[in-house]
């Protein structure tokens, strides 16, 4: 791993998934509740387990495993981010770092987990190593990434976004090249892993009306990655003309979304 690649993960990622961090805690973390609650029952984990969320976010995830009593301790590369993990557990260690260099010995934990997260990284491959070489031998690591696209409705509101980026780097990886299960497992045996479950988990986004679908969803980074570089109305608009099939009688939206869960044993 380079110097050079060390910083660029936070440096890149920080400013873009922390600037509107409030709203992402307020509205769109919560999106992904159910699948946190999911992955937890499948895991069985319990009390006393040694557990990393590994790009913790606003911290929901950490705070339903501290629920259950787990020791819980989490990383991410937005100071924002972390303040409101914090305040969500206080019992938590949280810390400012780097997937791709975790700041933890080897065989720490007895699971991992990464919502949404190891696929951010610079180098997602070096990520994944990391959670591997800070789990316990035998110990548990969950990747979560998106479903499978086809007949997802939520994943038109990713897919809009996409003329409004900057150019991707040559051979960089869609939003879904990890929802193929067998591109899954392989980046799971990449990392050093033998990969167990694959598991889908429906998770609906829901919006109680058009202002606050369009907060929660230009508080991710790749939305803001978009408006940075075509600028905040062509975001909302793009997202306002997507979201409106989805309308209810009552103002509010409904979204179908799905997640696809790998569980592997270090």
């Known amino acids: 791993m380079t110097s050079e690649l060390r910083p660029r993960t936070a440096v890149v990622n920080a400013p ?16 992904c509740r159910s699948v946190y609650v999911a992955a937890f029952d499948r ?6 387990c040694e557990h990393l969320d590994a790009g913790c976010g606003a911290g929901m995830a ?18 924002n981010l972390l303040a409101i ?7 938590a260690a949280f810390l400012l770092g780097e997937l791709e260099a975790l700041p933890y010995a080897d065989h720490t934990f007895d699971l991992v987990t990464g919502f949404n997260s190891f696929q951010y990284a610079g180098n997602p491959g070096i990520a994944l ?7 316990k031998p035998g110990g548990q690591v969950l990747i979560v990434t998106w479903g499978t696209p086809e007949g997802m409705e939520a994943a038109s509101l990713i897919r809009v976004l996409g003329p409004l980026m900057p150019p991707p780097p040559p051979g960089a990886p869609g939003p879904f090249a990890l929802s193929d ?8 045996i990449g990392a050093g892993l033998e990969p167990l479950e694959v598991f889908d988990v429906p998770s609906p986004w829901h919006y109680a009306d058009l202002s606050t679908a369009l907060r929660g969803l230009l508080s991710s980074g790749v939305a803001a990655r978009a408006a940075a570089h075509s600028g905040e109305d062509a975001v909302n608009a793009a997202h306002s003309r997507v979201l409106e099939p989805y309308r209810q009688p009552d103002g509010s939206y409904t979204i179908g979304a799905s997640y696809r869960c790998l569980t592997a044993r270090a």
């Open 16 to 31: 873009l998934w922390g600037g509107r961090a409030r709203d992402w805690a307020d509205i769109q973390e919560g999106q």
């Open 43 to 48: 895991l069985r984990l319990s009390p006393g």
């Open 62 to 79: 950490a705070q339903l495993s501290a629920g259950r009593g787990a020791s819980v301790r989490g990383l991410d590369a937005s100071p």
């Open 85 to 91: 993990a914090q305040e969500r557990v206080p019992s």
């Open 129 to 135: 190593s990391e959670a591997k070489r800070v789990a």
């Open 181 to 188: 299960e067998p591109a899954l497992r392989a980046f799971a």
